[in-house]
């Protein structure tokens, strides 16, 4: 019969813990993104229908002369820090979920 240490097992439950909030935090972060991509495509009045992360991606395409692949391979972190100037002073539109 084996016995649990009380102390490795609230060692694994604190790394858990800090794991989930990593992750709940990313998930936050790629969400906003996205509402920014919704408000960049308002802002821009682009013809298109392009929102969300699309936006994003189109907005990167057409400021730097990036091709769609340069800006498709990026990470939401790469892309939040591409779009570091454009997203200074942004926050989150009220009754947004």
Same mark, same amino acid.
């Given at each position: 019969?084996?016995?649990?240490?009380?102390q490795?097992? &609230?060692?694994?439950?604190?790394?858990?813990?800090? /794991?989930?909030?990593?992750?709940?935090?990313?998930g936050?972060?790629?969400?906003?993104?996205? @509402?920014?991509?919704?408000?960049?495509?308002?802002r &821009?009045?682009?013809?298109?229908?392009?929102? #969300?992360? $699309?936006? @994003?991606?189109?907005?990167?395409?057409?400021?730097?002369?990036?091709t769609?692949?340069? @800006? /498709?391979?990026?990470?939401?972190? $790469?892309?939040?820090?591409?779009?570091?100037?454009?997203? &200074? #002073?942004?926050? @989150?539109?009220?009754?947004?979920?």
């Amino acid at each position: 019969m084996s016995t649990k240490d009380p102390q490795q097992e &609230q060692i694994r439950n604190q790394r858990n813990e800090a /794991r989930k909030k990593m992750y709940e935090v990313q998930g936050s972060l790629s969400y906003f993104l996205e @509402v920014f991509g919704d408000g960049l495509a308002a802002r &821009q009045g682009w013809k298109n229908d392009l929102d #969300g992360i $699309d936006a @994003v991606h189109y907005f990167l395409i057409q400021k730097h002369n990036w091709t769609p692949a340069q @800006v /498709r391979s990026m990470t939401h972190e $790469d892309l939040r820090f591409a779009l570091s100037e454009e997203m &200074q #002073g942004w926050t @989150v539109p009220k009754g947004t979920p």
